[in-house]
């Protein structure tokens, strides 16, 4: 939702369509058609959206595109081969997945960092510049194994959300618990997507494969009896 109305991204067999919808009265005020696939779509708050697309001439020539949040004109764009999901911040900073790595630019579109993610999948990422307050947060999870209480290794996906600040460093992380601490806690985690909400909370989705999850617990490395589901 923009203070321009509601916009949304369509996707055909090789373009897109953007739509600025009234959120009142669910009429379509203006399309704007981009030539590739769209991935992702970010707002910051103000008059810029950002969109990924996916060009049909390959991966490489993946971009991120600003534009204007009233009208949907062109502003700049950044050609990042991967590039799949995007993050805007009120001040003008852009951060970007392509792959497994996270890449953050200033409002020059400057890079300030480039950060790869050892993990199975890095699937989203929100932004956070506000005074002192600058951080990239970031979902993914990994495949790994541990061994059961009886003894047995069996496979195992492990969640992840992690802050990096804006030189790529981790400032903290949650759900990133050792596999030889899984135990009990033995359902597969993913974590999906990551979004700031208007009263400040961070919030996050994902899924767990059963009960029996990590996702029970405070997201810190668990306790001895967590580890075993008390």
């Known amino acids: 939702m923009t203070r321009y109305g509601a916009i949304a991204a369509v996707n055909q067999a090789a373009s897109s369509t953007l739509y600025w919808v009234n959120p009142d009265s669910g009429e379509v005020v203006q399309t704007v058609a981009v030539p590739d696939l769209i991935s992702d779509l970010a707002y910051d708050g103000d008059g810029v959206i950002a969109i990924t697309t996916q060009s049909t001439g390959g991966p490489e020539r993946n971009k991120i595109s600003l534009l204007d949040a009233r009208s949907g004109t062109d502003i700049t764009e950044i050609t990042l081969p991967n590039v799949s999901r995007v993050a805007l911040s009120a001040d003008g900073h852009i951060a970007a997945i392509a792959g497994k790595t996270v890449h953050l630019y200033d409002n020059n579109n400057q890079e300030r960092f480039s950060k790869f993610r050892d ?35 069996n496979p195992v996906q492990i969640a992840r959300l992690e802050a990096l600040d804006f030189t790529g460093t981790v400032q903290w992380s949650l759900f990133d618990d050792s596999a030889d601490t899984i135990k009990q806690n033995v359902a597969d985690t993913r974590l999906y997507r990551v979004t700031m909400g208007r009263d400040g909370y961070l919030y996050i989705a994902g899924e767990s494969a059963g009960t029996a999850t990590i996702f029970r617990w405070r997201g810190q490395p668990m306790t001895e009896e967590e580890q075993i589901g008390r």
């Open 119 to 153: 993990y199975t999948a890095v699937t989203d990422l929100e932004l956070l510049s506000c005074g002192d307050q600058q951080l990239v947060y970031v979902t993914s999870f990994r495949n790994t194994s541990f061994v059961e209480l009886q003894g047995k290794r």
